[in-house]
């Protein structure tokens, strides 16, 4: 189960630097897990999980596989690009093959690194970009409502629920918000969905700022925070710089660096793992002598949905679900730990995978 993540930005707010980071991180982790580089700007990177390695040492795993995101650099866009200014018809365009947006923004002073407008405000360039990914969405619901007369008036029920939602969209625009602001009903989730409407995407805002700041942010990574907090989202704080740095170095040299700038852990790590919960996603477990693997699946998904991760003959045949919880296996160091202690449960085709569950799946080939 893929899931992209696109990073968007003004020109020179370090997207590229970052995206370089990422993708510099991801080959240096190909020696470990499979690895990818789908296109130029595509490139996917391990989701970290210290769990992971805690499993498959219980379990005596080869191989240790994470789950991967894929993250894309889309095109920086400027303002006008609702109208096809710069590259921006290429840039909304990219924007709906993804699932949420990584926000880059510019939370540092550079004069040697010239701002697209001129100054330095982090608030005002998420305005920019917000503002031109509404008025491309306006445009189209407008086009998309005119396309639906016809349908409407032969009684067309699909046409009526997308009209329905789409004035709903265009009410929430209209008010200066953005679609993802709109509540949607679970039943019409899958149609909403379908619209693909670009402010629907749900936004990480990436406060990218200079190296003293990496720790604890600035002024304006500050800013940016209580933006998103107001509007419900979240914020990260990263120095591009530092990563790349750090992308380059093998992992004992990166240990010692992020000590030596105060950090706990790297800002990628960060932020693959505020990506993973922005998109409402979970990791389960599957372990064994061959190798130690997560898999990535939406909370709330239930135990044979689950299992079509792996394949979709575990689906189509799913009987019963093996369910161990990670804290269980790991203070009953393992499963045969688990079984003696009761901690073992078989669950069925209703049970809702939970985050961490280490999971065995018996099923019909």
């Not at 991967?68 to 921006?88: N, P, Q, Y």
């Not at 990914?133 to 005119?146: G, Y």
């Not at 990574?221 to 530092?242: D, H, L, P, T």
Request: a negative charge; glycine letters at 10%.
């Amino acid at each position: 189960m893929g899931f992209k993540m696109g990073i968007v930005g003004l020109p020179n707010v370090g997207k590229s630097t970052l995206f370089n980071a990422l993708t510099k991180t991801a080959a240096a982790q190909a020696a470990n897990f499979p690895f990818c580089t789908i296109e130029p700007n595509v490139g996917e990177v391990a989701v970290p999980d210290a769990r992971l390695e805690k499993l498959a040492e219980i379990a005596g795993s080869k191989q240790i596989i994470p789950t991967r995101m894929t993250f894309v650099d889309i095109a920086g866009l400027v303002k006008g690009a609702s109208k096809g200014e710069g590259l921006g018809n290429q840039f909304l365009a990219n924007i709906r093959e993804v699932d949420a947006i990584a926000h880059v923004l510019r939370c540092f002073e550079d004069g040697d690194v010239t701002h697209v407008e001129g100054r330095v405000d982090p608030v005002a360039d998420a305005e920019t970009i917000e503002t031109e990914l509404m008025i491309a969405d306006m445009e189209s619901i407008e086009k998309r409502l005119a396309n639906l007369a016809r349908k409407l008036k032969g009684g067309d029920k699909e046409a009526a629920e997308q009209e329905k939602l789409l004035k709903a969209a265009l009410a929430a625009l209209e008010d200066g918000k953005p679609a993802r602001t709109v509540q949607v009903a679970e039943d019409e989730r899958k149609s909403w969905n379908m619209l693909q409407l670009l402010t629907a995407k749900p936004v990480l805002f990436v406060c990218n700022v200079e190296e003293a700041s990496a720790a604890s942010g600035n002024s304006q990574s500050a800013r940016v925070a209580e933006m998103a907090a107001a509007q419900g989202a979240a914020s990260v704080v990263i120095s591009a710089k530092i990563e790349e740095e750090i992308s380059q170095l093998d992992p004992e040299e990166a240990e010692m660096f992020l000590g030596e700038m105060g950090l706990e852990e790297a800002g990628l790590d960060r932020l693959i793992r505020a990506g993973h919960t922005l998109l409402g996603l979970q990791t389960y477990f599957t372990v064994g002598p061959k190798e130690a693997r997560a898999w990535t699946i939406r909370k709330g998904t239930l135990a044979p949905a689950a299992a079509g991760v792996i394949h979709g003959d575990f689906e189509r045949g799913f009987i019963r679900a093996g369910t161990i919880a990670y804290d269980d296996y790991i203070a009953c160091k393992g499963e045969t730990g688990a079984k003696e202690a009761g901690k073992f449960r078989v669950e069925g085709k209703t049970y809702e995978v939970k985050d961490g569950d280490v999971l065995h799946f018996l099923f019909n080939a």
